[in-house]
């Protein structure tokens, strides 16, 4: 018998006890949809750069000045690791961002705590922009090609090199930022090849590797150089992924598994 149930002839504690039941009930069912909206907020400001929106207990909100300072960090350091690699010098990163360094130590101690701020705002800006991909194409290759092109803007191939050095991969922040990515690119690949737009002897795995391939920068070369022939190349690449397939390809697809095994 549930706890809101009276007993017929039960006592009036009985009763009570079950209208406390049912009000904790729903006090937890409201209380959950705050929740998701939090981590749904944190996800939206680290693709702005910002810090997780979700407030700690005791803790002020920072100031708009320090928010945009923390961005303008975040921005610089994105652009100088794609154009010179995560060893760029944290010096350069502040006078990029017109900041002091005692500014950019005061929001980010070393260098992979930066790095892991650099990684999760592009994830997350990423992510965004599969799903307005998503929104925006109501074919689903348009959709997926749209989010492809996109995603190369965001330079995601030169986050690469970053995680192969001194950096927490596992980190709960990160996993969870990824697992958004890789579902809403799951959800443009799967949708185009329910139409029949795209082959399907490919997996997801495949379009995020040709993606990080295309968009990294080759070594020794000024990526800013051949950013005019990304995609045009990114292009060629999604002509192959549109049915009918014009050859079979070798060995077997990439899947998301196979690209964390890596």
Same mark, same amino acid.
């Given at each position: 018998? $549930?706890?809101?149930?009276?007993?017929?002839?039960?006592?009036?504690?009985?009763?009570?006890?079950?209208?406390?039941?049912?009000?904790?009930? $729903?006090?937890?069912?409201?209380?959950?949809?705050?929740?998701?909206?939090?981590?749904?907020?944190?996800?939206?400001?680290?693709?702005? !750069?910002?810090?997780?929106?979700?407030?700690? =207990? $005791?803790?002020? *909100? &920072? *100031?708009?000045?320090?928010? =945009?300072? +923390?961005?303008?960090?975040?921005?610089?350091?994105?652009?100088?690791?794609?154009?010179?690699?995560?060893?760029?010098?944290?010096?350069?990163?502040?006078? =990029?961002?017109?900041?002091?360094?005692?500014?950019?130590? *005061?929001?980010?101690?070393?260098?992979?705590?930066?790095?892991?701020?650099?990684?999760?705002?592009?994830?997350? *800006?990423?992510?965004?922009?599969?799903?307005?991909?998503?929104?925006?194409?109501?074919?689903?290759?348009?959709?997926?090609?749209?989010?492809?092109?996109?995603?190369?803007?965001?330079?995601?191939?030169?986050?690469?090199?970053?995680?192969?050095?001194?950096?927490?991969?596992?980190? &709960?922040?990160?996993?969870?930022?990824? !697992?958004?990515?890789?579902?809403?690119?799951?959800?443009?690949?799967?949708?185009?090849?329910?139409? !029949?737009?795209? +082959?399907?002897?490919?997996?997801?795995?495949?379009?995020?590797?040709?993606?990080?391939?295309?968009?990294? &920068?080759?070594?020794?070369?000024?990526?800013?150089?051949?950013? +005019?022939? @990304?995609?045009?190349?990114?292009?060629?690449?999604?002509?192959?992924?549109? @049915? &009918?397939?014009?050859?079979?390809?070798? $060995?077997?697809?990439?899947?998301?598994?196979?690209?964390?095994?890596?």
């Amino acid at each position: 018998m $549930g706890t809101g149930s009276v007993v017929k002839g039960g006592t009036a504690a009985e009763a009570a006890a079950g209208s406390t039941a049912r009000a904790a009930d $729903g006090a937890a069912a409201r209380d959950a949809e705050p929740a998701k909206d939090a981590v749904r907020a944190d996800s939206a400001a680290r693709a702005k !750069g910002a810090a997780p929106t979700a407030p700690c =207990r $005791g803790t002020s *909100r &920072p *100031r708009a000045d320090a928010l =945009r300072n +923390r961005e303008r960090i975040i921005a610089a350091a994105r652009e100088l690791f794609v154009e010179f690699g995560p060893d760029v010098a944290l010096d350069d990163v502040a006078r =990029r961002a017109g900041v002091g360094n005692a500014t950019l130590y *005061r929001n980010f101690p070393d260098r992979a705590a930066l790095t892991h701020e650099v990684v999760l705002a592009v994830t997350s *800006r990423t992510t965004l922009r599969a799903e307005e991909a998503e929104a925006a194409e109501a074919d689903p290759f348009a959709a997926l090609s749209r989010f492809v092109h996109a995603a190369a803007d965001e330079r995601i191939g030169a986050l690469c090199p970053m995680l192969s050095g001194v950096f927490d991969r596992d980190h &709960p922040d990160l996993l969870a930022e990824r !697992g958004r990515l890789e579902e809403a690119v799951e959800g443009l690949v799967a949708r185009a090849q329910s139409a !029949g737009r795209l +082959r399907t002897d490919i997996a997801v795995g495949d379009v995020l590797v040709a993606l990080s391939q295309l968009t990294r &920068p080759l070594p020794g070369i000024a990526c800013q150089g051949i950013d +005019r022939f @990304t995609h045009r190349h990114l292009q060629l690449f999604l002509d192959g992924l549109e @049915t &009918p397939a014009r050859s079979e390809l070798p $060995g077997s697809a990439a899947t998301l598994e196979d690209l964390r095994r890596s």
